[in-house]
């Protein structure tokens, strides 16, 4: 379980699992970008933390693809199910650089988080039905409707059948008579 998974290709970005999600849990996606994790995050030279929600109890939201993270994190939490605690070790090009983020993360750092995705939830205005259910939800009233329409059809097929029917019927009483009536006039 504890095998590294190198998500940027060149080392920069390296996921462990800590932590499993279960196999039927959530994952963020195009209807489902905002997240919510909780993490620590430590620099890799000394383990000092720098930051962290777990301290707090909190949760740190944001919505992926929005560049409001650092690329690393962009890269580890869309690959993460909800309940799924992961180590990920950043290459300073995946997350400050040699600018760093003073007073608490020098330039050039690699950095190691331990983040939970705690949620991930659509976008405000959107519902989770969006996209991908709406879309079932269409295919699936289309599918009434074409029942209903083969189903209206049908009826009307056997209406036409059943007047048919009731038409012979009458013209068969209507010939029975007349052939009634012509046996009459000649047995007087």
Known sequence: MTDSIDLSGDGG???TI????KADALCPSDDLPLVDVQYEGTLAETGEVFDTTRMDNTVFSFELGKGSVIQAWEIAVKTMKVGEVAKITCKPEFAYGSAGSPPDIPPDATLIFEV???ACKPRKGSSVTSVSEERARLEELKKQRELAA????EEKKRREEA???AAARIQAKLES???QGKGKGKAK
Do not use: T
């Open 13 to 15: 970005v390296v996921k």
């Open 18 to 21: 800590l932590r499993k999600a």
């Open 116 to 118: 939970e995705l705690v």
């Open 150 to 153: 083969a189903a209206k059809e």
């Open 163 to 165: 007047k048919a029917a």
């Open 177 to 179: 008579k007349k052939g």
